[in-house]
């Protein structure tokens, strides 16, 4: 059930809400008051679209009401026991979506509307034709033509479909028979039966070819594994003449490096050479040992350093103190303050009279308040005198007091600046006194003292450490001079054992040319039976070569025919195809036929029984017990059943006519969309007297809710206000002032 929407901005409305309840709720107002607006905004919430829009009649942008940058619509409905809630918004910022029980599920125009269709079980197309009429659209049939009726109401039954369907069949025949003609005049069948008897000639010279091919591949196969033996054997021989060449020019060498290290050889000595080492360690030893209490008296120093920094941050640290020490005393020494408590008590006397001031100048008034001007009683004695002496003596009393009273409270400032300022002075004399008792002044003297012992220290440290590096720099220099002495030494030890080495491996080369030795005819036969077989093997690969060019020729002129043949193939195949697929099409025309016609009868059966139930609860009166829909050979006939069947526009008034078209409206409905039991009428009573609007309204208002769970009725009959719906609402606007509209429930 469709519950309430909210209309924000859209056409007429600025800022609208409706609610509605089950049975039937009529929207009534004048034309341009924004009765189909609420209609458009109940189908545009639904599925992003109305029918106005969809037949462009209207731009989306055009429904914004003028000066605003966008519209809004909420529709809340309710749905197999859930509650849904659809906003959608247009204008730059167009948003959509759906909430259900009060979660968002789903956002986005398509979605949104995608949703509403799995929810309710309908489309928006179906929606159009089996629940919202449009203005002035429930005697739509009833008016038509019979061709144009047909067509539009096998349309709404969906069944136009199969009769474009069988159209589109009948093009596609047509054309798949002249292709399948154009194909036939393409096809060759004298050139199919030649290009079979070359592709068989083909295969022969083929098969031929791969067998010369293969008994010279093998030959070759032969004549390589020769080959390469030859050449195996003479890249061996190549590399013992190489090795051999090889060893005799080392042999040249290891001769010539002996020849020259004789000479040295003889002048190395093993002793010297222990000797020379064991002054270099020991040398190194001491530098060593120099170095470390060189460190050690680095350490020292600079221990000096930093103990000297100390002290004279200490001396720094005292000598400020001192001078803090003489500062503090002399601001102690002028500092001074009046007596406190003498102050004190001479506020508290100015207050105690300022107090008593006060006291009698409010007693002075009072009895000034009390006193007659003309004859007074003495209030203390009781004796009659003049009131205006009393109030003219208290009167200067008061002034008096007054006049006494500001001296006081002048004295009592400057008093009170006073105390707070001597009390400021005794604060910060106590303050300084505290300073001055916290300084712990050191011995600057004792301090400077023990400074300069301490540098002395570090100046013997200093003296120290700089004869010991003059010891260290003679220990560099006679280490240096033993390092020089020491290399050219174990430069004669190694050249000692060079020497050794290049005997062992003279002797070894020496050895080794003998294995090596290749005679220069032993070579030169492998080299010639080498190049024999290598020109025997390019001979016969040039020919394996050739018949290899001479089988691919043939293999394209085969592969050439082999299309051919394959083309001319595929058009007798699809010759084939298209005349087996123009038998199925024919026969699927004929099913499309039978199933429209079956399809018609067993929804024209469904809507004549829906019809007869609603008829006999729409329609009170006896005159016509039956009516019905039937097909004409090019026409649905509606008529009513009077003794006989009889088409309704020659026997029926315009009430009755008005009770078919909404029974008809009714059962297009139930049979259509069975799961929702909504019907949304727009003007339905374009065309119809007084008497057949008041029948509709009663129909609307009391019989329609019977069979359907909720109606919304749109009209400008004031015809309608006499009977009783779930809802009513007037809806008025001053269309000359393009004023918005105004909602008012009834």
Known sequence: MIERIEIVNWRSHKQSELRFKKGTNLLL????????????????????????????????????RKGEESAKVILDFSFNGSQYRVIRQVGKRKSAEIYKDGQLIERGAVAVSKVVSEVLGVDYELFTRAIYSEQNNIEYFLNLDPRRRKKELDALLGLDRFEEARSSITTVIGRVRAKKEGLENAYEKEREEELRAKKEEYQKALSSLSSSLEELSSLLAELRARWKKAAERHTSLTKKRAVYERLVREVQRLKGVLSSYEEKVRLFSQEELEKVRTAYKEVRKSLEEERAVIAEEERKRRSFLQKIAVMEREVQRARKELEERKRLEKELSTLSY????KLEGEVVKLKNEIYSLKTRIKEAKELMAKVDREAATCPLCGSTISGTAIIEKKGEEIKEAERRMKECYDLLERKEKELKEGRQLKERKTRLQSRLEALKVADVEALERAKEEAKKAMEAVVSAIEERERRVKQLEEQLNALAVELKEKERLAEMVKEYERAKRALEERSALQSQYYVSEEEWGEAEKEKERLFAEVKEKEERLRALKRERAEKERQAAEVGAELERISAIKSKILHL?????????????????????????IEAINKAMNDLWHLFYPYGNYSEVRVRVGENDYVFEVYEKEWKTIESVASGGERAMFALTLRVALAMVLVPKLSWLILDEPTHNLDSNAVRSLADALAFRVPEVVDQ???ITHEEQFMGSDFATTYRLLRDKEKGAATLVEEV
Do not use: H, W
């Open 338 to 341: 009046p007596d406190l408590e």
């Open 29 to 64: 107002g004048i034309m341009g008051a924004g009765k189909s607006s609420v209609l458009e905004c109940i189908s545009y919430a639904l599925f992003g679209t109305f029918p106005m829009l969809e037949r462009r009649r209207v731009k989306l942008e055009n429904v914004i």
């Open 711 to 713: 109606v919304l009725l």
């Open 579 to 603: 005349e087996r697929l123009e038998k199925e099409l024919n026969i699927f025309k004929e099913a499309l036929l039978e199933t429209q016609v079956e399809l018609r009868a067993s929804l």
